[in-house]
């Protein structure tokens, strides 16, 4: 009879090892959760008031992808591998942090530009840029990781940067 994997049980793994905060594990996570934080910039930058108001729209926003990959990921763990419901949480907790932690960034970008005297569109510029980056790095990462040659890598980061890109034009389409 085959054991069913456990959270505990995927600890100590070689591909895991030095991966402490989860940031291998939980990459779909920050893709996630930058996605989100850029689309969040991306449309709250017209529509809101003050910097504020747009942190709290991220933070929002990003609250409920998060709740939402939660729930999932806690009712596919209990489903697929038959996991106690509180042990799936768990375990949902562990894989989906990622999605709701990278939202700080963004955050404290927006926060930092406006302490530097930038109004809201210039912050939101400046964060929304910064998260393109980040997918950038992200996916750059990815590809080193995946073992791709120095190219493969260049067009790893490439496709990260497109998706930002296709936000920052969401942005430009929606004001």
């Given amino acids: 009879m085959r054991e069913r994997p456990t959270p505990e049980s ?13 940031l291998y594990r939980g990459a779909e996570g920050l893709i996630t959760g930058t996605v989100v934080c850029a689309a969040a910039i991306a449309y709250g930058a017209g529509h809101l008031d003050t910097t504020g108001t747009l942190c709290l ?3 929002g926003t990003v609250a409920v992808y998060w709740l939402a990959h939660l729930h999932a990921e806690t009712l596919g763990s209990a ?4 996991h106690h419901p509180l042990l ?3 375990h949902a907790l562990a894989a989906t942090w990622p999605i709701a932690g990278v939202s700080v960034l963004p955050v404290g970008i927006l926060l930092v530009a406006e302490l530097f005297g930038a109004g809201l569109r210039t912050a939101a510029w400046v964060a929304l840029i910064a998260t393109i980056g980040l997918l950038t790095v992200y ?6 990781r995946g073992g791709l040659d120095p190219r493969g890598r260049l067009l790893s980061a490439a496709a ?13 389409a929606l004001h």
């Fill in 79 to 82: 489903l697929t591998h038959r």
């Fill in 160 to 172: 990260g940067a497109g998706l930002g890109i296709l936000v920052a034009l969401l942005k430009v």
């Fill in 10 to 22: 995927d600890r100590g793994r070689p591909e895991e090892e030095g991966d402490r905060l989860g």
């Fill in 139 to 144: 996916s750059y990462m990815a590809g080193a």
């Fill in 88 to 90: 799936a949480l768990r």
């Fill in 57 to 59: 729209a991220i933070i």
